[in-house]
C-alpha cells in the first residue's frame, strides 16, 4: 500500500522560536497534501490542503502566516509553525493523496504517523 | 459543508462478541466513506472503505454497510479480539473535502 512519511515524530521547542515539519509520499506522487490537527481525544481537524505547485487552501481560522505550507515536489509537503506558543502544542498529521493510480482510486487519503509538537 | 457524527464515543466488548459504530453524514454529494483505526500516538490507518455505489463491503472480521437514502454507514466488526482496541474514526468525503467523525474509542476486554 501506499506509504507516507513524517518527520519528525517528536519535537519540542520553545515560544516564540519556529518548528518545520515534512510530509513525504515515498512509494507514490501525491499531488494533493492534507494537513491536519488532532487535540488529546479529540478527531482530527483539517488545517489545509496543499496542490503541489500552488498555494495551499486553509481552512476557516486557521491563520495561513502563522502555518506556512510548502508543497514543492510531488513527495514532499512541508508545514512551518511559526512563532509558536504553547497553545500550538498538538498532533500534526499530514495525509496524501495523489493521481488516479495505486494510491489514489478515488478519494483515498493515506496517513503519515503524525509529529507531536510540544511548545514549552 | 459536511458534517459527520459517530457514535457511539465510547465502546467496551468482550473478547469474541461484535461491535458496531455507527456514523451519519449531512452532505448527499459525499461518494466515499472510509473508515479509520487509530493506535495511540499514531497516525490513522486506513481499515476498511465503501463507496457510493456499493451498499455493503466486507474483509475478513470487518465490514461496512452503507445506506444513501439515510445517509448513515456503520463499521461492524466480529469476533473481536483485544489488538481491535483503538479509536476508530468515519469519514465522508467528496473530492477534496474529508470530513471525520469524533471518534469511537472502543476497548476489547479480554
Known amino acids: 500500500g501506499a506509504v507516507v512519511s513524517q518527520h519528525p515524530s517528536r519535537v519540542i521547542c520553545k515560544s516564540g522560536t519556529s518548528v518545520k515539519i515534512e510530509c513525504r509520499s515515498l512509494d507514490f506522487q501525491a499531488t494533493t497534501m492534507f494537513w491536519y490537527r488532532q487535540f488529546p481525544k479529540q478527531s482530527l481537524m483539517l488545517m489545509a490542503t496543499?496542490?503541489?505547485?500552488?498555494?495551499?487552501?486553509?481552512e476557516q481560522g486557521v491563520e495561513k502566516d502563522k502555518f506556512l505550507i510548502n508543497h514543492a515536489s510531488l513527495t514532499l509537503s512541508t508545514l512551518t509553525v511559526t512563532s509558536a506558543h504553547p497553545e500550538d502544542s498538538s498532533f500534526y498529521i499530514c495525509?496524501?493523496?495523489?493521481?488516479?493510480?495505486?494510491?489514489?482510486?478515488?478519494?483515498?487519503?493515506?496517513f503519515g504517523p503524525g509529529t507531536r509538537l510540544t511548545v514549552l | 459543508g459536511e458534517n459527520v457524527e459517530q457514535h457511539p464515543s465510547t465502546l467496551s466488548v468482550q473478547e469474541g462478541d461484535s461491535a458496531v459504530i455507527k456514523c451519519t453524514y449531512s452532505?448527499?454529494?459525499?461518494?466515499?466513506f472510509p473508515w479509520y483505526k487509530q493506535e495511540l500516538g499514531k497516525g490513522p490507518q486506513l481499515i476498511i472503505d465503501i463507496r457510493s455505489n456499493v451498499g455493503e463491503k466486507k474483509d475478513q472480521r470487518i465490514a461496512v454497510t452503507l445506506n444513501k437514502t439515510a445517509k448513515h454507514f456503520s463499521l461492524h466488526i466480529t469476533e473481536t479480539q483485544p489488538e481491535d482496541s483503538a479509536v476508530y474514526f468515519c469519514a465522508a468525503s467528496e473530492h477534496n473535502d474529508m470530513r471525520f467523525g469524533a471518534g469511537t474509542r472502543l476497548t476489547v476486554k479480554p
Open positions: 496543499s496542490n503541489e505547485g500552488s498555494k495551499a487552501t486553509y
Open positions: 452532505d448527499s454529494a459525499s461518494n466515499y
Open positions: 495525509s496524501a493523496r495523489g493521481p488516479s493510480g495505486a494510491a489514489s482510486s478515488y478519494n483515498e487519503q493515506f
